[in-house]
């Protein structure tokens, strides 16, 4: 059964996981529907924690722990025979859509890091909205004179970013515990009624500004490090208008 499965990707498979621990939390996140369930019946136990969690968790997140349940029962059925047929194959998990158009200004940003009550959380907004940075990121990297240093990213590669004069000063101030982002980080944004806003929107607020500003896709990738340009892509229609923009300039009279 799926437990059994479990038992042996928990003690043979996960350690050998870089992000094992998260794997295994988010398998027993849905203990609840798969404990005591057979293998073979994986793909309804999905369907069924999708159906009972839609509206109350992020898809993405049904998305994850789904994922993860398939990966581990998938290596029981390979490595010892557990099963008939591949059971994820009939799984099916929620269509997740992460593209957002969400950015501020750099006055919003100002605003939602002067309403922000905790010193360390005021210079993530502020390094997050120079920077391109994702928060781990941040919080992770080795200052270095002029560049954050970057050892392990989320593509696997280390990284180096260029820091900007305006965030010197931040960037040496002592970085926040992820609960006190989490506290401080929605009261600064209510009070400035900017609640849609995410931390993540002021990397793609960077993304934007780059492009805007006439950086190519292939730099803005590297900036953001992007392992593939298909994550770039996104601001293709940025980097278009740049292009009409320069195009509309063509034979433009010019004052005496």
């Not at 997140?61 to 390979?78: D, H, M, V």
Request: charged share 25%; net charge positive; hydrophobic share 40%.
């Amino acid at each position: 059964n799926i437990d059994e499965a479990v038992g042996r990707y928990a003690r043979e498979r996960i350690p050998a996981l870089k992000a094992g621990a998260n794997a295994a939390r988010e398998i027993d996140a849905m203990r609840d529907w798969w404990e005591g369930r057979p293998i073979d019946q994986l793909h309804a136990v999905c369907a069924e924690y999708a159906a009972d969690q839609l509206g109350a968790l992020a898809p993405a997140t049904i998305k994850n722990r789904i994922s993860y349940l398939r990966a581990a029962c998938r290596w029981a059925w390979k490595r010892h025979g557990m099963g008939e047929s591949d059971p994820g194959g009939r799984v099916v998990a929620p269509t997740v859509r992460n593209a957002r158009e969400v950015t501020v200004t750099r006055a919003q940003m100002v605003a939602l890091a002067r309403a922000c009550r905790h010193r360390g959380v005021r210079a993530v907004i502020r390094i997050a909205f120079w920077s391109g940075m994702r928060v781990g990121e941040i919080l992770a990297a080795r200052r270095v004179p002029g560049a954050f240093v970057l050892p392990d990213t989320k593509n696997g590669e280390p990284r180096i970013v260029p820091m900007h004069p305006i965030i010197s000063t931040a960037a040496r101030v002592t970085p926040p515990a992820r609960s006190e982002i989490d506290y401080y980080w929605p009261e600064a944004r209510e009070a400035c009624g900017l609640s849609h806003v995410r931390l993540h929107d002021l990397r793609h607020t960077a993304a934007t500004e780059m492009v805007n500003a006439g950086v190519d896709l292939a730099t803005v990738g590297k900036v953001l490090g992007h392992k593939s340009g298909a994550s770039t892509r996104r601001y293709v229609h940025h980097s278009v208008q740049v292009l009409a923009d320069a195009v509309g300039k063509i034979g433009r009279k010019r004052p005496a």
